[in-house]
T-cell receptor
Framework: DGGITQSPKYLFRKEGQNVTLSCEQN?????MYWYRQDPGQGLRLIYY???????QKGDIAEGYSVSREKKESFPLTVTSAQKNPTAFYLC??????????????FGQGTRLTVV | AQSVTQPDIHITVSEGASLELRCNYS??????LFWYVQSPGQGLQLLLK??????LVQGIKGFEAEFKRSQSSFNLRKPSVHWSDAAEYFC???????????????FGKGTKLSVKP
C-alpha cells in the first residue's frame, strides 16, 4: 500500500543531542512537508521541499535542519539549538508543487520528548 | 496574510446529536479549503475539500461543509454524531505564493470534539 511512513513513533532526546526523524513516502509525490504540533497551537510549518535537492524554511525553522537527497525521503534533524523540542512532529506529502489542488497525505507522527 | 480561525477549542455533544464546527478564514482570493480529522497520537486524515463549484461539499464519514464567501466561513457539519467521531478537527486554507514560491496549507488551531454516550 502507498503511504507515508514516519519513524520512530516515539523518540527521546537528551539535552544537547541532535536527533533525526525519518519520513519516507512511496506515493511518488514531489512535495514533502514537516509540521510541528503542540497542544492548542495547531500545526506549524518547519520546512518544506518541492523538489529533490531543494527545500525552504517554514515559519519555525530555527533549530531544525532537513535534506532531500531522494524523492521519497525527507528526514528532519532536531539540533541542540532547538531549545524546546518536545512536541509531536508530522510529515506530509502532496503530488504536485501546490497544496491547493490536491490532498495532503500525512504520516502517523513522531512524538519527541527531551529527557 | 492568510489565516484560519477555529473559535471553539473544545466541544462536547451527545451521541446522536447534530454537530457544527466553525471555521473562518482570511484570504484575498478564492480560497482552497480543507477539513482534516486527527485521532489521538495519529496523523491527519482528509475529511473533505472545497476548490470551486457547489458550495456544499460532501466528505467521508457522513460529514459535509458549506462554503459561505460572504461570511468567510467553511463550517463542518454532521447530522448525527457517533462516539467514534471523537477526535480533533482542523480546518485549513491553501495559501498561494508562500515565501514567494509555491503553496502551503495554513491550519487553524483545531477543535477537540468529545462525544457523550
Amino acid at each position: 500500500d502507498g503511504g507515508i511512513t514516519q519513524s520512530p513513533k516515539y523518540l527521546f532526546r537528551k539535552e544537547g543531542q541532535n536527533v533525526t526523524l525519518s519520513c519516507e513516502q512511496n506515493l511518488n509525490h514531489d512535495a514533502m512537508y514537516w509540521y510541528r504540533q503542540d497542544p492548542g497551537q495547531g500545526l506549524r510549518l518547519i520546512y518544506y521541499s518541492q523538489i529533490v535537492n531543494d527545500f525552504q524554511k517554514g515559519d519555525i525553522a530555527e533549530g531544525y535542519s532537513v535534506s532531500r537527497e531522494k524523492k521519497e525521503s525527507f528526514p528532519l534533524t532536531v539540533t541542540s539549538a532547538q531549545k524546546n523540542p518536545t512536541a509531536f512532529y508530522l510529515c506530509a506529502s502532496i503530488a504536485g508543487t501546490g497544496l491547493m489542488n490536491t490532498e495532503a497525505f500525512f504520516g502517523q507522527g513522531t512524538r519527541l520528548t527531551v529527557v | 496574510a492568510q489565516s484560519v480561525t477555529q473559535p471553539d477549542i473544545h466541544i462536547t455533544v451527545s451521541e446522536g446529536a447534530s454537530l457544527e464546527l466553525r471555521c473562518n478564514y482570511s484570504y484575498g482570493a478564492t480560497p482552497y479549503l480543507f477539513w482534516y480529522v486527527q485521532s489521538p497520537g495519529q496523523g491527519l486524515q482528509l475529511l473533505l475539500k472545497y476548490f470551486s463549484g457547489d458550495t456544499l461539499v460532501q466528505g467521508i464519514k457522513g460529514f459535509e461543509a458549506e462554503f459561505k464567501r460572504s461570511q468567510s466561513s467553511f463550517n463542518l457539519r454532521k447530522p448525527s454524531v457517533h462516539w467514534s467521531d471523537a477526535a480533533e478537527y482542523f480546518c485549513a486554507v491553501g495559501a498561494t505564493n508562500y515565501g514567494g514560491s509555491q503553496g502551503n496549507l495554513i491550519f487553524g488551531k483545531g477543535t477537540k470534539l468529545s462525544v457523550k454516550p
